[in-house]
Nanobody, 119 residues
Framework: QVQLVESGGGLVQPGGSLRLSCAAS????????MGWYRQAPGKQRELVAS???????KYVDSVKGRFTISRENAKNMVYLQMNSLKPEDTAVYYC?????????????WGQGTQVTVSS
């Protein structure tokens, strides 16, 4: 099963930036749609950004213009550059592989990386 390890979270002030990284294994990475999810306390996990094997990105409206998803197929890595962070971006962030037919994640969830936006 796909295994994923996230890193790069931390505490940042509103308006600040962070770059998250995700290492994927046990997957044919270059053809796999990858996504970044987040789960805030008391809320359901939501998909915030996804990227196809060819690099085509999609974003949820709340992060458009602030977040950028990218990938390095040669390294089995996917990234999330987060700018102009807001307190409502506070959550545990996870990456996963996405089935393009069902649009559901199919890898084993990693431990996630905590992002806290606070002054």
């Amino acid at each position: 099963q796909v295994q994923l390890v996230e890193s790069g979270g931390g505490l940042v002030q509103p308006g600040g930036s962070l770059r998250l990284s995700c290492a994927a294994s046990r997957v044919v990475f270059r053809i796999t749609v990858m996504g970044w999810y987040r789960q805030a306390p008391g809320k359901q996990r939501e998909l915030v950004a996804s990227i196809t094997g060819g690099g085509g990105p999609k974003y949820v409206d709340s992060v458009k213009g602030r977040f950028t998803i990218s990938r390095e197929n040669a390294k089995n890595m996917v990234y999330l550059q987060m700018n102009s962070l807001k307190p409502e971006d506070t959550a545990v962030y996870y990456c996963n592989a996405i089935n393009p037919v069902s649009s559901l994640p199919f890898g084993s969830w990693g431990q996630g990386t905590q992002v806290t936006v606070s002054s």
